[in-house]
C-alpha cells in the first residue's frame, strides 16, 4: 500500500489504465446514442408512412409510343419492336406553398407538409423527325401525360389538369416501366399542330423533405413554407431566398445545359431516369436543435474530460496532503460518465439546453459534494466544484459553435497545459508521497 502511496509512476500507470477502462462506458454510451437516434428516425419514418413519405415530383413527362424495325440480323431479317419517346418540356414553371405541421409518436416528433404543387409550361409540337430511322409506325393518338411523384399516397383529391386549353383526367399510376409511381392522362396528338401547353395543380402531402426536378429546357421554380429553418439541398442551390421567423422564400432557375440527359429521350432506361430523379432540388425541413448530434459530439470530448479532471484530483492530493484511493477516483469517473445518460435521457423530453444544464448542475454538484467530503475540505470541494461548471460550460460553448470548435478546443487544451505546467513547475515528484502522508 505504501509502494501504491509513494510511487508516482505507479499512481500514474493506474490512472492511465483506469482512463483506457473507461473506454469501455463511454463506447456503451455512445452506442446508447445511436440506438436512440436510429428509434428516433425510425418513429418519424413511420409516421411518414401513414402520412406521406419525402416526395420527389418530376414531370410532366409527353410519351409517345411508336413502332420500329430493329437491326437486320445474321439472315438479313429484322422485326417489328415496340418503344416510346419521351418528350420534355420546352418551358416550365414549378410553384409550391408548403404547410407544416408537427406530429409525435410517444417521445419523438416529426415534421409534416402539405400544400398545392402549381405546375405549368409547354412542349415542342413532336414531329417524325425526333424519331429514331426505321421507325415504321407513331401511335400519336395513344399519346400520354406522366407525372412522377416518388409516394402517391400523399397525392391529394382535387386534381386538376388543362392540356392545350382543355381540360383532363389524370389516372393513377404512371403507365410507364420506368416510372415507379405517379399520375398519367392521355392526350391525342393526331390532330395537334401547335406547342402543347399544360397547367397541372396537384395537392401533394409528404414529410421532412420535397425535392422538383427541372425537367423544361429553361425551368423556374419557387417553393415557399411557414417552416424557418429550411436546408436547401439537390443539384443546384437556389438562386434566391428569403428566410424569416414566419417562413421561407426560395427560387431556382436553370438550363438543360446543366444537366446530362437530352430533351427528347428516345430510349427511356432504368439508368436514365434515376439520373433525371436525381437531377432534383429542393428543400429539407430540418429541425435545428438535434440533441443526439449534439450528445455525439461530446462524447468525442469526454476522454480528454476525464483526464483533465483525474489531473486535478491529483493536483489537489499534491496540494492538499491527502492521497485518493483509486477506487475513489472510480466513482468520479463514473459520475462524469453518468452526466451523458442523464443529458440523453432528459433531452428527449426538454431538449437539449436545458437537459445539458440539469445534467452538469446535478454532476458538477454531486462532485464538489463528494471532493469536498474526501479531501475534508470544503474550499476544495467548492473549487472541484467549479471547475466542473466550468468544464461543462465550456463544452456547451463548444457545441453551440460547430464552425470554431476546433479552434476553440484547441486553445483550450493549451491553456489547460499551460496552467498544469504552471502549478507543477516547483513539484518535487522524487519526494512525492513521503510517510507522513497519509491515506484517506
Known amino acids: 500500500m505504501f509502494k501504491i502511496q509513494s510511487s508516482v509512476n505507479l499512481r500514474i500507470l493506474i490512472l492511465g489504465l483506469m482512463l483506457l477502462g473507461f473506454l469501455i462506458p463511454l463506447g456503451m454510451v455512445g452506442g446508447l446514442v445511436s440506438e436512440r437516434q436510429e428509434r428516433a428516425r425510425s418513429s418519424v419514418q413511420e409516421i ?110 382535387d386534381l386538376e389538369l388543362v392540356v392545350a386549353g382543355k381540360e383532363k383526367t389524370f389516372q393513377p399510376g404512371s403507365s410507364s416501366p420506368f416510372i415507379h409511381s405517379g399520375l398519367y392522362a392521355k392526350h391525342d396528338l393526331s390532330r395537334s399542330n401547335h406547342p402543347l401547353s399544360f397547367q ?146 432528459l433531452s428527449e423530453q426538454l431538449g437539449f439546453g436545458p437537459a445539458y444544464i440539469v445534467a452538469s448542475i446535478a454532476v458538477s454538484g454531486l462532485v464538489s459534494y463528494y471532493a469536498g467530503a474526501v479531501l475534508q475540505s470544503v474550499k476544495r470541494g467548492i473549487l472541484a466544484g467549479a471547475y466542473y461548471i466550468g468544464l461543462y460550460s465550456f463544452l456547451y460553448v463548444v457545441l453551440d459553435s460547430e464552425d470554431n470548435s476546433l479552434l476553440l478546443g484547441s486553445v483550450a487544451i493549451f491553456v489547460l497545459l499551460a496552467v498544469l505546467m504552471h502549478l507543477t513547475r516547483k513539484i518535487d515528484w522524487y519526494s512525492f508521497g513521503s510517510k507522513e502522508k497519509q491515506v484517506v
Open 200 to 345: 397541372i395543380k396537384i395537392p401533394v402531402k409528404g414529410s421532412e423533405s420535397m425535392y422538383l426536378v427541372p425537367l423544361g429546357k429553361r425551368s423556374l421554380i419557387h417553393m415557399s413554407s411557414d417552416w424557418k429553418d429550411p436546408s436547401f439541398e439537390g443539384a443546384i442551390l437556389p438562386k434566391s431566398r428569403n428566410i424569416t421567423e414566419s417562413g421561407f422564400q426560395a427560387e431556382w432557375e436553370s438550363s438543360y445545359f446543366g444537366r446530362n440527359y437530352p430533351q427528347t429521350i428516345t430510349y427511356m432506361d432504368s439508368n436514365t431516369m434515376e439520373l433525371i430523379l436525381y437531377s432534383g432540388y429542393g428543400v429539407r425541413l430540418i429541425v435545428p436543435v438535434d440533441h443526439y448530434l449534439k450528445l455525439d459530439r461530446s462524447l468525442k470530448y469526454a476522454i480528454l474530460f476525464l483526464a483533465t479532471s483525474f489531473t486535478l484530483f491529483f493536483l489537489l492530493e499534491i496540494f492538499g496532503g491527502k492521497i485518493l484511493h483509486p477506487l475513489q477516483y472510480l466513482m468520479i469517473g463514473s459520475a462524469m460518465v453518468i452526466f451523458y445518460i442523464l443529458t440523453l435521457s
Open 48 to 157: 411518414g408512412s401513414k402520412w406521406g413519405m419525402p416526395q420527389t415530383v418530376a414531370g410532366p413527362f409527353l410519351v409517345v409510343p411508336y413502332t420500329f424495325y430493329s437491326e437486320k440480323n445474321q439472315d438479313g431479317i429484322s422485326t417489328e419492336i415496340e418503344g416510346e419517346i419521351y418528350f420534355l418540356p420546352d418551358e416550365l414553371d414549378m410553384e409550391t406553398d408548403l404547410k407544416t405541421e408537427k406530429r409525435k409518436r410517444g417521445i419523438y416528433e416529426a415534421i409534416l407538409y402539405s400544400g398545392d404543387l402549381k405546375i405549368k409550361g409547354n412542349f415542342k409540337t413532336p414531329s417524325r423527325t425526333d424519331f429514331p430511322n426505321g421507325t415504321k409506325s407513331i401511335q400519336w393518338e395513344n399519346a400520354r401525360l406522366i407525372v412522377s411523384i416518388s409516394d402517391p399516397k400523399g397525392i391529394g383529391n
